[in-house]
DNA sequence: CGCTGCTTTGATTCGTATCAATAGCAGTGG
DNA sequence: CCACTGCTATTGATACGAATCAAAGCAGCG
């Protein structure tokens, strides 16, 4: 579709709003970070003093409960923004996934930034808008659909975030998920078992293939799309 | 705690960033408008040319699948704001569940308006924040709580939404809902024989009292806390 | 009084979680 | 190169919680 160098520029989507000079400004109040994956940046119930701008890489946003159990409620993708301006503490934990690079800012000094730049802002309203739709999207996944259903949607919804990637515009049924099995599970609201399940189910009845742990072909996507419901 | 001509005030939360003058050509832009119980203002995958404020009652944000299935994504009380600012199509229907009054704007005015008011545009960002923040926390809800652990939450959220409203600071306890069993249901992604299972067995527990259909009494607030994990 | 719609209660089924064991793969050191 | 270790994923057997199916109770209302 469009060669990468524009590509490249697409996806540092908040910056794009920005004007040389503001950019250099913005620039001065941040400062590159390398995530190693596994690594938590932001904790749940913590005061987050950082916001952040994904450079690279990919991070999930975490819930959990007093007794263990976890719940995914966000996936975040280079150019996506991270924490809370405005806010006070983090309602949820921050943790890569993958190795990751990001750009941090003081959370006050981003704030006031943001507070003379209506612009930067808008494309933060915008930005959280969608996210706001997605998360409402999901929640209709969690609470009514059936594991089959969970399983294939997220296939859907992960082939299309992550062939954007690349800007290969290339091929969207074959991908690398860049996270395992039991985040998945984390994910859908599932167990490990079911989601491993479904996926062999879905493969013994050809609508894709599992060429090795973290690759996912869809072959019909169509059925896929049925099942998905 | 504060008297009710302050608590007005603050209940119309969004034109509170604006000057009387501004407020004034907002005023203009915008009409007011009664919605009968049960009457739905956007529909779903339709295009939303207004958004709005809700001056009174309350509507639910809801997301359907093809077999009629619901989940209530979202519940939009007095002061909160509906539509989708600077974008196309409503990702949900935004129906009434009492008689409600809202003040509607043209999208676009409304846009174009926001554009120009870097404050307005602002507050409407926290605002956007917070319901991501509530969102995501739902979304663990959804994805991990058992029925118990749902409607106790549930009931919690409830009333401290509910008690805000009549701006009497009163009895936290004690408040009647604005809706019946089955929205509770798809509010929380169970059937309504589950939800009504849950409160049954919490009222013989002792943890609550049912004086009506649509009156809750929470007796034991510690409990309460407990079951919802 | 007898509708009508909502809610509660009961019996049963079904889907997913849980528990338990095995299998596959990646890295390490002999 | 291969045995050993640890981790993740798969597969199987069983249990449990919530859905479903069915019927009865209860309010509001003409």
Chains 1, 2 share one sequence.
């Not at 599970?185 to 399940?197: C, F, H, K, N």
């Amino acid at each position: 579709m469009t060669d990468c160098a524009t590509c490249i520029v697409r996806n540092r989507a908040i910056c794009a709003s920005l004007n040389p000079e503001e950019l250099a400004i913005l620039g001065q109040l941040g400062r590159r970070q390398r995530v190693k994956a596994g690594h938590t940046l932001l904790w749940e119930g913590d005061d987050a003093p950082v916001v952040a701008n994904v450079l690279e890489g990919v991070l999930k946003l975490v819930v959990g409960a007093s007794d263990g159990r976890e719940q995914i409620v966000g996936i975040v993708f280079p150019s996506d923004f991270i924490g809370r301006p405005f806010g006070k503490e983090s309602p949820y934990s921050v943790t890569a996934m993958t190795d990751a690079e990001v750009c941090i800012f003081n959370r006050n000094s981003f704030d006031e930034f943001a507070s003379s730049h209506p612009d930067l802002q808008q494309k933060l309203l915008r930005r959280t808008l969608d996210e706001l739709d997605r998360a409402r999207h999901w929640m209709m996944l969690l609470g009514r659909k059936s594991a089959a259903e969970k399983v294939a949607s997220f296939l859907l919804e992960m082939s299309e975030r992550l062939s954007g990637q690349g800007c290969d515009g290339g091929v969207r049924g074959a991908f690398e998920l860049p996270f395992g099995r039991q985040q998945i599970a984390d994910i859908l609201g599932l167990t490990i078992e079911t989601t491993s399940r479904q996926l062999t189910k879905m493969r013994a009845d050809g609508v894709l293939d599992l060429p090795s742990r973290r690759e996912i072909v869809i072959t019909d996507r169509a059925a896929m799309e049925t099942i998905a419901g």
